[in-house]
């Protein structure tokens, strides 16, 4: 269905209520604006409806507010979680006043990392896979005021747990601190949980492999088979939207905040990524593990960039929470086969379809329109210039002495200090038109207001460490 008459025949056969226009602001939140069925006609579903782009948060000024959701009619789903039958529209955004993408839209910007990649002769087709992992709680409460701050998490399988009194009884079976990956039931007590995300996937005509438990108590991942950068952008919001509202019919909260458990391990997405050209796949060759001299020159434009694509693959001030040594954090910037201790791994492969190299250090807070983009540009300036990513380190990282642990770069240490990196390594993101300086003066402006009230907050922390100094 591409065009507004199949739309529309669909619409009338599947007895469909109402079409939900749904985008993505800068941070990488769904939104979204439904129509009646009977209120729709050709025009919608072909030029689009207007919404105030004033009240996104980084994008209009309220005097210029007027913007278009414009509907990519091959992209359509059917929402399970909707009381009435609802028909989800991917949308990008428009400027009425010049008819083009608007600059600051995320997956505007993706359509046009794409067309760059696909005029740069490297390419025609960038495929990524991401791996989202996220918590599931069965109750959160926090609080900010002026006069108290505190947050509380409670998962029935967290170690935690362990003494509190149910009036069913406590039966005891749950995964210790760090020791969540792969049990059986009743140790694994979310099984039927992550196999309703995935059919719930499947049904929304996600292809998702595979469920399984991750390290920390309460930590899960679904495993999503890989696509082309943009379905594949598009597949995470799906995936993330499932995730939140199945856990919301189970009576429990997910997130994908990537720390939000203290001295436990953290929530990830590493994302696998390949260039193909013509029907085959650039990254094979008889190089390092089977990688082909471009795929190697990529992974040096990952590195090389590593601290600017924070800024988007890190976008917020818990990330780095998370990217430090000892938690299984990729924080070191080196690539090895098959080595979960470098920031970029070369999974196993059988065949050559499969080579393809592995960013470890985003998370799922990541906008994944712009993560995603960013890291194939950073990946198409490493081809370009034929950046020279070094050696492969198959040690464990983790395991090096400190002097040679001293010649290893390292992924920036908090938000402000990749917002920093990104102002003075962006030329690679300007290439091709595909990011524009307004664009990224807005996102680091938006980004930097999270900083600052983090910075200005007193913290709990603070108070334990230092009211009676």
């Known amino acids: 269905m591409t065009s507004p008459k199949d739309i529309l025949k669909h619409i009338k056969e599947k007895d469909i209520r109402y079409v939900d226009f749904r985008f993505t602001d800068p941070r990488g939140a769904w939104h979204h604006l439904a129509y009646r069925a009977e209120a729709l006609g050709d025009a919608e579903l072909d030029e689009g409806v207007m919404f105030d782009g004033s009240s996104i948060a980084g994008w209009k000024a309220i005097n210029e507010s007027d913007m278009r959701l414009k509907p990519d009619l091959g992209r359509l789903i059917h929402d399970p979680f909707a009381s009435q039958n609802l028909l989800t529209v991917f949308c990008d955004v428009h400027d009425p006043a010049t008819g083009q993408v608007y600059a600051r839209d995320p997956r505007g910007t993706a359509h046009k990392a794409i067309a760059y990649l696909q005029s740069s002769g490297i390419g025609d087709a960038a495929y990524f896979g991401p791996e989202a992992e996220f918590f599931v709680f069965d109750s959160v ?8 701050s505190f947050f509380e998490l409670k998962a029935e399988e967290g170690p935690y747990m362990s003494g509190h009194e149910y009036e069913e ?3 005891g079976h749950r995964p210790r601190e760090k020791g969540g990956y792969f049990p059986v039931p009743p140790v694994d007590g979310s099984s039927d949980l992550r196999a309703e995300m995935v059919s719930v996937l499947a049904e929304m005509g996600i292809d998702s492999e595979k469920h399984h438990h991750e390290v920390a108590p309460a930590q899960h991942e679904l495993g999503m088979r890989f696509a082309d950068l943009l379905t594949a952008a598009d597949n995470t919001q799906i995936y993330k939207y499932v995730v939140r509202n199945v856990a919301h019919q189970y009576g429990k909260t997910a997130t994908f905040m990537p720390k939000p458990v203290f001295n436990d391990n953290g929530s990830g997405m590493h994302v696998h990524q390949s260039i193909w050209k013509d029907g085959k796949n650039l990254f094979s060759g008889d190089g390092y593990a089977g990688l082909s001299e471009p795929a ?3 992974i040096g434009g990952i590195i090389k960039h590593a601290r600017a694509l924070n800024a988007f693959t890190n976008p917020t001030t818990n990330s780095y929470k998370r990217l430090v ?14 080595n979960r201790s470098a920031s970029v791994r070369i999974p196993y492969a059988e065949s050559s379809e499969g080579r393809r190299i592995e960013v470890r ?3 799922a807070t990541a906008n994944p329109y712009l993560a995603f983009t960013a890291m194939l540009m950073a990946g198409i300036d490493g081809i ?3 950046i020279d990513p070094g050696d492969a380190m198959d040690k464990n990282l983790y395991d ?5 642990l001293s010649g290893v770069p390292t992924v920036s240490s908090s938000l402000a200090e990749s917002l920093t990196a990104l102002e003075s390594d962006s030329e690679f993101l300007l290439a091709g038109d595909v990011f524009s300086s307004d664009q990224l003066d807005g996102y680091v402006e938006l980004r930097r207001e999270e900083v600052k009230e983090l ?11 230092y009211y009676s100094a």
């Open 296 to 298: 190697l020159y990529y």
């Open 325 to 338: 040594p000892g938690f299984e954090a990729p924080v070191l910037l080196a690539y090895s086969s098959r």
């Open 169 to 171: 009884g406590n039966l």
């Open 400 to 404: 090096l002495p400190p002097e040679e």
């Open 384 to 386: 370009r210039n034929r």
């Open 141 to 148: 409460r926090f609080d900010v005021q002026q006069n108290r």
């Open 361 to 363: 250090f985003p998370d």
């Open 455 to 465: 910075e200005l907050a007193p913290h709990p922390v603070e108070f334990q460490m």
